[in-house]
């Protein structure tokens, strides 16, 4: 009998099924596989109507923005962040956020926060409520990562901004309306993470 076949043996009399059938690695069906790669996605209609209602504006202009970044990227979302932020600049930016990330086959939202840090021609504050389409994540715990970002490449729909943001195939499209004035062209990163971080890296 080969080595490995004894060790799948032996954890399996110990009564650890579950590690022998992955050759003592510890099996967490939660955890994303590579051919994972398929889930519901949501449609424009669905989208203006939750977007709508979290950021508290009109169908229309909330619309028009998801009509954009749907030419944009020729695809549906397969989720969306709905939350709120603040930020603040003076040539070095930060910006911390908290939200929901909603999923169809999610039996609830996750709580997910983020935090960034900027550099570049930049001064100014707004504090924000946030709508973002997520393409390309097929499960929630993939979201926890960081993002590069262009704050300068961002533009106006309808009076909401709108800017991307990219990842290992995973692409962010938040939405913000706010109060608050913010005026330059930043480059720098955005982490998403499970609990509040203080520090921005």
């Not at 923005?65 to 603040?86: H, K, S």
Request: proline content about 4%; some cysteine.
């Amino acid at each position: 009998m080969h080595r490995r076949q004894l060790i799948a043996t032996g954890l399996a009399a110990a009564g650890l099924p579950a590690l022998a059938a992955c050759g003592g690695r510890a099996a967490d069906p939660n955890y994303p596989i590579r051919s994972d790669r398929t889930a519901p996605t949501y449609s424009a209609d669905e989208l203006v109507a939750a977007g709508s209602r979290e950021l508290g504006i009109a169908a229309e202009a909330m619309g028009g923005a998801i009509e954009r970044i749907f030419a944009d990227q020729g695809d549906r979302p397969t989720a969306y962040i709905a939350g709120e932020e603040a930020a603040g600049a003076a040539g070095v930016g930060l910006r911390y956020g908290r939200g929901a990330l909603h999923m169809k086959d999610l039996s609830a939202s996750q709580e997910v926060f983020w935090q960034g840090i900027s550099i570049g021609w930049d001064v100014g504050g707004n504090a924000s409520r946030v709508f973002t389409l997520v393409y390309g994540l097929y499960h929630p715990d993939m979201i926890y990562r960081r993002y590069p970002g262009v704050e300068g490449s961002a533009y106006l729909v309808g009076g909401l901004g709108v800017n991307y943001q990219r990842a290992d195939g995973i692409i962010l499209a938040p939405v913000r309306t706010g109060v608050g004035l913010r005026l330059g062209a930043n480059v720098g990163t955005m982490a998403y993470s499970r609990q509040r971080n203080v520090l921005p890296l």
